[in-house]
Nanobody
Framework: EVQFVESGGGLVQAGGSLRLSCAAS????????IGWFRQAPGKEREGVSC????????YYADSVKGRFTISSDIAKKTVYLQMNSVNPEDTAVYFC???????????????????WGPGTQVTVSS
């Protein structure tokens, strides 16, 4: 069974940093592109960042480019999201997921993801 467990969220002041972790299981880790997504209250889920299984290329939404960094540890089957210079617009529940889709497609259409964890809440105060 494919499973994701996100952690590391919390309350942080604007300009601060957080590091999110996602432990994955139930699939071959390097067989899928894996990414981070977020959903703010009253908004649709949106793609944040993704790592390509083919060559490790990292993709970012324009809103987080230069501030967030995605990384992964294949041995631990864990993907991370380092969030720096956060702002109140980053407040959301953050999820990770992996699919046999290329990153650009997965980020653009998160509804194609079949498996999701419970997410971790990130709240940025101004």
């Amino acid at each position: 069974e494919v499973q994701f467990v996100e952690s590391g969220g919390g309350l942080v002041q604007a300009g601060g940093s957080l590091r999110l972790s996602c432990a994955a299981s139930g699939f071959t880790f390097d067989d899928r592109d894996i990414g981070w997504f977020r959903q703010a209250p009253g908004k649709e889920r949106e793609g944040v960042s993704c790592i390509s299984k083919i060559d490790g290329t990292r993709y970012y939404a324009d809103s987080v480019k230069g501030r967030f960094t995605i990384s992964s540890d294949i041995a631990k089957k864990t993907v991370y999201l380092q969030m720096n210079s956060v702002n109140p617009e980053d407040t959301a529940v953050y999820f990770c997921s992996a699919e046999r889709l290329i990153c650009p497609a997965f980020l653009a259409t998160p509804e194609l993801g079949d498996y999701w964890g419970p997410g971790t809440q990130v709240t940025v105060s101004s």
